[in-house]
């Protein structure tokens, strides 16, 4: 309707001067005349100028009182001549009215205001409800009455957007549909000669491509293993998720007994609740240090049980890989120096805040050579921690099961302007190294880390479960930038 109304009419004269008043003198929707409007200017059939102007229009509240009268007349017509008391007024009148009336006509000196609420002046005009009606029928008031209705907040200013429109280059009395496909069906009907095919548009954007993000603990992730690899790292298989409890902790010369070898500290398989593959002689040289000592030890003095070594767990961390790597390497002869790392997911039965999850990464970095000792450690230490951004280190003694001795690592933070914990390191012990079959005089300096407190840092997440686990933001993933870890 509206498009055939539009055509018709500048095929006989020059121009639509208003789209709001050609609508309007036809009884069509202007927002449809609007759209037509747009659709017939991009194909070239009208050339629409914009014309725009400022008008006002009632708010709910405005409406309200263009309908039922503004509160102060409310007010003034809900007393009686002889006057009302106050609670009775208040009950006449909705509590909004009665409080804005109260307002307005005490203003306006209409009523004496008091326990006691009377007439002052015997009539009044609602000058308010006659100009929201001006305004709701599209004329004009005065800039002082705007502005009085505009504090207040019985009117609000509203854009007008219409059109000019004349004929274009490409006008016709009526639209012909234009083809956007060259089928069968036009060959066959011999009309292909006939058609007008659409412009191909080669501004027009495609939709945006759908794609996967790569989550922040991956990206520094990726940045902490190019690190390692340009130090000269290997990395160690960490597919194992599930491992015995001989590795995680009895290889490592952690007692049975020990308050992490706890079910409130780890997670213990049902099914399979074993394992059935150790290496018996290696076995035998771990039992006997734990209970009888040997190698400079005097070890711990209880009965081993092999029931509890053979126990499968899901790893508490990462350092179980390293024992295996170690023992493997131990195998090896003549010695080989290494230097391996691993960054893997580990699992600990810990309850969940914003600091912890039951599931996180850990970062290991060992080297394992002759002659090693505690400056070695300091000094990697200070050149791993430097790639990352951390300078200024400072190291506290420790204690832990299986290295000695052993060192937490700190790092001012300029941001907290503190020293944050950032690491635990150390030596690992002989009790551990040597019934692997390493040399004796072969060291191990090992350090770790959590992979999940460095990104929090770097990307500004004050809580874990932000970062990791079934909350977070899919948003978060998709409009993280790069790590730029390690780069000056």
Known sequence: MAEEAILEFLQDHEEIANSGEFAAERGLDHNEVVNVVKSLHGSRYVDAQDIKRETWVLTEEGKTYADAGSPEVQLFLAVPPEGISREELQKRL??????????????????????????????????????????????????????????????TP?????????????YAPKRKKAATDFTRENLQRGDWGDLEFKEYNFSAKGPPAEGGHVHPLLKVRQQLKNIFLYMGFEEMPTNNFVESSFWNFDALFQPQQHPARDAHDTFFLKAPST????????????????????????????????????????RTHTTAVSTRMLYLLAQKKPFEPK?????????????????HLAEFHQIEGLVCDRGLALGDLIGVLHDFFSRIGMSKLRFKPTYNPYTEPSMEVFSYHEGFRK????GNSGIFRPEMLLPMGLPEDARVIAWGLSLERPTMILYGIDNIRDLFGH??????????????????
Request: charged letters at 35%.
């Open 275 to 314: 394992t059935r593959e150790l290496p018996e002689d290696y076995v035998e040289r771990v039992k006997r240090v734990h209970e009888m000592g040997g190698y400079q030890s005097r070890g711990y003095g209880y009965e081993w049980k092999r029931d509890e070594a053979n126990k499968n767990i899901l």
């Open 419 to 422: 020293w944050v914990e950032v």
């Open 158 to 170: 509203q854009t007008w957007t219409g059109y000019s429109v004349k004929r274009g280059s490409d």
């Open 339 to 355: 230097k391996y790392f691993s960054i893997d997911r580990v699992f600990r039965n810990e309850a969940v805040d914003r600091t």
């Open 94 to 155: 909705d509590p909004s009215v009665f409080k804005i009336g109260c307002a307005q006509a005490g203003k306006n000196k209409w009523v004496e205001m008091g326990k006691q609420i009377s007439r002052k002046v015997q009539h009044v005009d609602d000058t308010v409800k006659d100009m929201l009606t001006q305004i709701k029928d599209g004329q004009g008031i005065d800039a002082d009455n705007i502005k009085a209705l505009k504090a207040r907040k019985l009117i």
């Open 471 to 488: 909350k977070v933001d899919l948003g978060l993933i998709k409009r993280n930038p790069i790590c730029r870890l390690g780069i000056n």
